[in-house]
């Protein structure tokens, strides 16, 4: 996830997916993590992406939403921490790459409590419609082709089709779910940034912007937390959320973004109401209309239609 980088600490030159190396240092170069196709990592995170938001909804009444927030975010950095060395990470980097990573933590800080706050008030429908509406513009900006432009108006499509986007008298939820999808729009930018600059790989600048993320959550939810750590069972379910919510779909965006442009890892974010849908089969017996197969079948093949373009990070 770094650039072909001449010196230590380069600037953020934006390069080819092609010329773009492997997310992960040493050995790890030539494992699962190069020889699987990063659209494989994306279908992974997509998985993901729900399944800790729809057990995190479960511990609120529990730890409150902002204390879900810190534990999540906390069980992620703690995680990251021995096996990244985000200390290392900020000592080696240099002035312009630590600023990255300070602000993809505090990206991933403020995110993560706005997408809780929003889903305490709003249907998880509307927050996914909602921070779609950021994609779509990244999506846009990278199009460079009429193919891609139908690409993505397909996707669209399908994507309207499966989420009831409506309008809701809750304006405090509003204000939280546009913020979360402004954030999540900084995310992809600053996530692709991170996985091509300086910063040892991809998986270690994640790493280091996690901690900087803890340090952020840790004073606004720390209070609310307190109770899962006297209640064994309730620290272990929000351990599994921060694990579901804050690990694998975040490790594995990086080994998407590391080989994916940015334009079309934004587009193909149109898959997450078709896993949201998915899961809904699976885990709650929620059998989808005929209205949302088609809307399915249309992001599906949105996705495959669009053509790959290289752009700049």
């Not at 779909?249 to 940015?262: E, G, K, N, S, V």
Request: aromatic share 8%.
């Amino acid at each position: 996830m770094d650039d072909p980088r001449q010196a230590p600490h380069s600037s953020f030159t934006a390069v080819s997916p092609t010329a773009v190396r492997p997310a992960l240092a040493g050995p790890a170069r030539t494992g699962l993590a190069t020889r699987l196709p990063p659209h494989l990592w994306f279908a992974v995170s997509a998985v993901f992406h729900y399944l800790g938001p729809a057990f995190a909804v479960l511990l609120f009444p529990h730890v409150g939403v902002l204390g879900m927030a810190c534990l999540r975010i906390a069980t992620a950095a703690l995680i990251f921490a021995p096996l990244t060395r985000p200390w290392r990470t900020f000592a080696r980097a240099g002035p312009r790459t630590r600023l990255l990573l300070i602000a993809f933590g505090a990206c991933l800080a403020v995110m993560n409590c706005s997408f809780y706050l929003a889903l305490d008030r709003l249907p998880i429908s509307l927050v996914a419609a909602i921070e779609f509406v950021g994609t779509i513009g990244i999506a846009l900006v990278g199009l460079r082709s009429a193919r891609n432009l139908a690409a993505l108006a397909i996707a669209v499509t399908g994507t309207l089709l499966l989420i009831d986007v409506k309008w809701s008298s809750d304006p405090v939820g509003l204000f939280w779910s546009f913020l979360n999808g402004a954030l999540f729009v900084g995310y992809i930018v600053l996530g692709h940034r991170v996985a091509r600059a300086g910063a040892g790989d991809g998986i270690a600048g994640l790493g280091a912007a996690m901690a900087v993320a803890f340090v952020v959550v840790l004073p606004i939810g720390v209070t609310d937390a307190l109770p899962a750590f006297f209640s064994p069972p309730l620290l272990i379910a929000a351990i599994g959320v921060g694990i579901c919510s804050s690990v694998i779909p975040y490790i594995c965006d990086q080994l998407a973004m590391a080989r994916l442009p940015r334009a079309s890892f934004a587009l193909m974010q149109s898959l997450l109401p078709v896993t949201a849908t998915l899961i809904g089969i699976v885990v709650l017996r929620q059998i989808p209309g005929p209205t949302d197969c088609l809307g399915i079948a249309l992001v599906v093949a949105g996705v495959a239609f669009h053509k790959p373009v290289a752009d700049r990070a």
